[in-house]
């Protein structure tokens, strides 16, 4: 791979999956053998949590990476995952809104930072915040593409076309992203025995129509199913297909091929 590959997961509203595709796809990359560092760029710090990491006093966060009072690869942990590595957050990140918006290339400060350790990685996966912050708009200049989860409900519909319309912006009036959206990822997709509600499949529609009204395409991709199997892998630190869940699996290795396409 000729360098590292920088893909986000952005939603502008909670509860929508980010951390749950960052999580499945770095570890699904990490157990193929490639070099992963994930960066849980959210104050709330699921992310961080989930891998297992306590972010002990004085040590550096990516408060401190971003605000360069520390090198990049003295915010890198590792996690208790082979190949798999983490700059992570805590509540303290919120306060580098002001930083971010007073040094006049916010947008692209992450983008550099992560540049001084691309060398050391196949790909970088990052947990973006769920609102329109400093914070988010770093995240998504430093991406080379973005996956869009999305809950199939109103607030899920809400929030696609909230990311849709920044993403828009930042490509247009400021030029700060660039770069591919893999998919939007319909997240906690109901079905009563082998078959989806119809609340879910009227969102998923939605869904449907409103990539195609932004983009001219379906950009819709498998979606992740409504189980208690994600929170009993997350909390097991298992895989799915460790689980024995490989149809559980499959939106997540979809996501990875495209992936890896953009090398």
């Not at 990359?29 to 070099?35: C, I, K, N, S, V």
């Not at 060398?119 to 080379?144: E, K, M, N, W």
Request: hydrophobic residues 40%.
């Amino acid at each position: 791979m000729a360098s590292m590959q920088t893909v986000s997961s952005v939603s502008l509203a909670g509860g929508q999956g980010k951390t749950t595709v960052v999580l499945f796809v770095a570890r699904f990359l990490a157990e193929q053998g490639r070099t992963v560092l994930v960066v849980d760029a959210d104050p709330q710090s699921s992310l961080t949590t989930f891998l297992g990491h306590q972010v002990e006093s004085e040590s550096p966060t990516l408060l401190e990476v971003l605000k360069k009072q520390v090198g990049t690869e003295d915010g890198i942990y590792k996690t208790r995952y082979n190949n798999l590595f983490l700059i992570p957050s805590d509540d303290a990140l919120d306060t580098v809104q002001d930083y971010l918006a007073g040094s006049g290339t916010g947008a692209f400060t992450l983008k550099r930072r992560l540049a001084a350790v691309a060398h050391l990685f196949d790909y970088c996966l990052i947990d973006a915040p769920p609102q329109r912050s400093q914070i988010c708009l770093t995240v998504i200049g430093a991406s080379d593409a973005l996956v869009i989860p999305v809950e199939t409900s109103v607030k899920g519909l809400q929030s696609l076309i909230r990311t849709l319309e920044l993403i828009s912006e930042l490509r247009d009036d400021q030029e700060a992203f660039d770069g591919e959206i893999l998919g939007v990822v319909p997240f906690r997709d109901r079905w009563v025995g082998l078959r989806r509600t119809n609340e879910s499949e009227s969102n998923i529609e939605s869904m449907q129509q409103i990539t195609q009204e932004w983009f001219s395409q379906d950009l819709v991709l498998p979606s992740i199913r409504e189980s208690e199997k994600f929170k009993q892998a997350i909390n097991r630190g298992q895989t799915l297909h460790e689980m024995g869940q490989p149809e559980l699996a499959y939106p997540i290795e979809v996501l990875v091929k495209k992936i890896e396409q953009l090398e």
